[in-house]
């Protein structure tokens, strides 16, 4: 009988103890790790773990390599974001446990050809960065190791996941480990389309079982859920009852912990290790931490704390949108009985490769509110032009990059048609927010400081100050979901806004192209100033 990854970890493997660095090492053991076990045992052939940082996700990788190797005699590859990171841990973390894991230095080589380690059964443990496309492709194994899937190339994910697929049914297995970034993005993305394991507690003071929650409540109500006492240090409040967990009392109850699926229809077994199973760090640490980042004026702190120290995803609050909070404002838009859309109608395009993404947007009578009439991808330059002339447009702002050629081409054939187009180009260095040249020598053109344009379609989406008609297709608002607004600190130590995206945001650019060519029909100007300054906490 085969011993199961937990089981060969337990009997072979031999760890440093935690903050040593010459002393013996000790035989591998999961005392305080029980959440561990599981994730090592499982037979699914894809898992997702998303975790706190130092939470033992990468030495569950290493039994895990370990076992296939030298148990099945199958070949690993454990990826990293870099190729350094990858040859640094083969010549150092991995060759360490090796060598100082009498039982198993005896099965494996210690020959590393950059990467690449035989063991004596002929099984091969590879370890390569994602920017080795040759690497992956020459490389066919039973088992993928992906480490910090938050910061890998998806491409090259994929690439690898394709070796994969062509071992046996049953002897292939993804373990994808990471700590999180943005919501919705990379490991929470993965974790989320998976059966969102927790790990669940006994209740000391009910007998019931409840998670361990660092905020309870959502929105405007969500408050923490880890408290302190002066006299009994910090606890978390119980789900199946009005009691705390007392900090002296959780060792006993992680310990008794068990895994709970909470979307148990999910593709895949998917875990959250939160830094609050944790027996190294202290919840009254942990709520320490917490203070030191509330007091930073840098959100990109906060953000480290929630990423590194809980595991959780992090966005600054009042710029990140849901596919569900835009359709909230949909509807109460569809609802309100107002006055007819104004006759000032305008468009934006985000030109593409594989065709123009195109939005037609009116500004309602009352001058306050944008609505989205119409959205549609098409290759048909003339089915755009056929559109706008439907639709009364009065201008459009097209995408000028990267494809300006096509831009072009475009630009020319609506001013043959009569419809007033300028050709849009992105800065974040331009000072004031946006500059109109209607004597550019290749064609009417605008300049826009981006982060302050996108501020403001954001913003009013969030609003609802620009809301989109009942009717249309749900990818536009999918596309405007995927905008992420970020911050990050400079080399001046000065702090910087920008915009990214977690997935394809064409309608979002193409709908910020529209609110900018209502300008040129003299409607959208006055506004847009204050548009800027909004978030979107408010409510519908």
């Known amino acids: 009988m085969r011993w199961t990854p937990s089981v060969y970890a337990e009997r072979l493997r031999c760890i440093q103890p935690t903050g040593s660095t010459g002393g013996p090492w000790k035989p591998w053991d999961f005392n305080e790790y029980e959440y561990l076990r599981e994730i090592h045992d499982t037979l699914a052939e894809r ?13 569950t990788l290493v039994n895990r390599e370990l076992h296939v190797q030298h148990v099945h005699g199958l070949n690993t590859m454990h990826l990293f974001p870099a190729a350094k990171e990858a040859t640094d841990f083969s ?24 990467g690449h ?18 690497g992956v492709k020459s490389s066919p194994v039973n088992l993928l190791a992906v480490d910090e899937y938050d910061s890998g190339d998806p491409e090259i994910i994929e690439m690898a996941r394709d070796r994969l697929m062509g071992q046996q049914e049953g002897l292939r297995w993804e373990l994808d480990v990471s700590t999180p970034g943005m919501p919705g993005r990379g490991i929470d993305h993965a974790y989320l389309r998976g059966d969102q394991r927790r790990w669940t507690v006994p209740c000391p003071r009910c007998g019931g079982w409840t998670v361990l929650d660092w905020v309870v409540g959502v929105g405007q109500s969500e408050t923490l859920n880890v408290q302190r006492d002066a006299a009994r ?11 705390r967990i007392w900090q002296s009392e959780r060792r006993a109850v992680l310990a008794a912990g068990r895994w709970v699926a909470t979307n148990p229809h999910g593709l895949y077994p998917s875990w959250h290790i939160s830094g609050l199973l944790s027996t190294r760090m202290s919840w009254d640490a942990v709520l320490e931490a917490h203070d030191r980042a509330q007091a930073d004026p840098d959100p990109l702190v906060m953000k480290a704390f929630h990423n590194g120290k809980l595991g959780l995803p992090f966005a600054e609050k009042g710029y990140s949108l849901s596919v569900e909070l835009l359709k909230l404002h949909q509807r109460a838009a569809a609802e309100r009985r107002g006055p007819r859309l104004a006759p000032q109608i305008a468009a934006g395009v985000d030109a593409g490769v594989r065709g123009h993404y195109l939005t037609v947007l009116a500004l309602h009578d009352d001058l306050k509110r944008e ?20 639709y009364q447009v009065g201008a459009v702002v097209i995408d000028a990059q990267p494809n300006t050629e096509s831009s ?16 849009c180009y992105y800065s974040e260095n331009m000072k004031g927010r946006v500059k109109w040249d209607n004597e550019a020598p290749d ?26 008609a009942q009717d249309l297709d749900v990818q536009a608002l999918e596309h405007c979901a995927a905008l992420q607004r970020q911050t990050e600190t400079t080399a001046d130590g000065n702090l910087r806004t920008f915009w ?15 609110h900018l060519a209502l300008e040129q029909v003299g409607v959208a100007g006055d506004n847009a100033e204050d548009w800027s300054t909004h978030g979107i906490e408010s409510e519908p």
């Not at 010549?91 to 950059?114: E, W, Y």
């Not at 240090?233 to 009691?243: E, L, N, P, V």
């Open 117 to 134: 380690r035989v063991a004596v059964n002929g099984s091969n443990a590879y370890f390569r960065g994602m920017q080795s496309r040759t």
């Open 500 to 514: 990214s995206s977690n997935g394809p945001d064409h309608y979002g650019h193409s709908l910020a192209y529209a």
């Open 47 to 59: 898992g997702v773990v998303m975790s706190s940082a130092q939470s033992g996700k990468t030495e």
């Open 443 to 468: 064609g009417p053109q605008v300049i826009a400081q981006r982060t302050e344009l996108l501020n403001a379609v954001v913003g009013g989406l969030g609003t609802g100050t620009i809301v989109y």
């Open 408 to 423: 072009r081409k475009l630009q020319r054939e609506l001013w043959d048609r009569g419809v007033s187009a300028w050709l």
């Open 233 to 243: 240090g910090a606890s978390i409040g119980s789900r199946c009852c009005a009691g």
């Open 371 to 390: 609505v989205v009439l119409h959205a549609e991808h098409s290759a048909d330059t003339t089915q755009i032009a056929v559109r706008l002339a439907e």
């Open 91 to 114: 010549a150092g973390r991995f060759q360490l446990t090796v060598m100082n894991s009498p039982r198993i230095a005896g099965l494996h080589g210690l020959v590393d050809n950059k």
